[in-house]
Structures are given as structure tokens and as C-alpha cells.
């Protein structure tokens, strides 16, 4: 016969943190402060819009570091 062993819930369960649900974040940070926090690979853009979110974080943020040395600079077609 197959007997579970009685679990005891860990001391240090009351610590760990819950996972944050990142969408509703933005959600509510958007609805209530008026807060944008959007990737530019998001795939529910277009392109066109992709390239939007860049241009704006281009221009507040300056270029990114994340650009690979064969992507096209801005302005250049590859």
C-alpha cells in the first residue's frame, strides 16, 4: 500500500514571493498613470508601429545597446 507523506508547509514558504502577473501591471499602470511599458518585438504590433517604438525610444533614451553590428542603422535599408 502506496502511504503519501504528510506534508508540512515550509517556515520559509511565507517569504517567497508570488509571481507578478507583468500584463496587468502594464494594464493598470497604463489605465491609472497614464504609463506605456511596451517592447518594440512585441508581436502584436506591426511594423509600422514597431518602428514607432523605436523611433520614441530612440529619441528619449538614445540608441539601444542591444543592436547587433549587422542589424541597419536608422535611416539605412539592408
Known sequence: ???PQPHYPSP???I???????EATKRQGWREQH???ISE??????F??????RSI?????G????????SPKRGQHG
Do not use: F, K
Request: proline residues 5%.
Open 1 to 3: 500500500m502506496n502511504i
Open 12 to 14: 520559509l514558504g511565507r
Open 16 to 22: 517567497q514571493a508570488n509571481p507578478m502577473d507583468v
Open 35 to 37: 504609463i506605456l511599458v
Open 41 to 46: 518585438q512585441d508581436t502584436r504590433l506591426n
Open 48 to 53: 509600422l508601429e514597431r518602428q514607432l517604438i
Open 57 to 61: 525610444g530612440e529619441r528619449l533614451y
Open 63 to 70: 540608441q539601444s545597446h542591444h543592436a547587433s553590428p549587422n
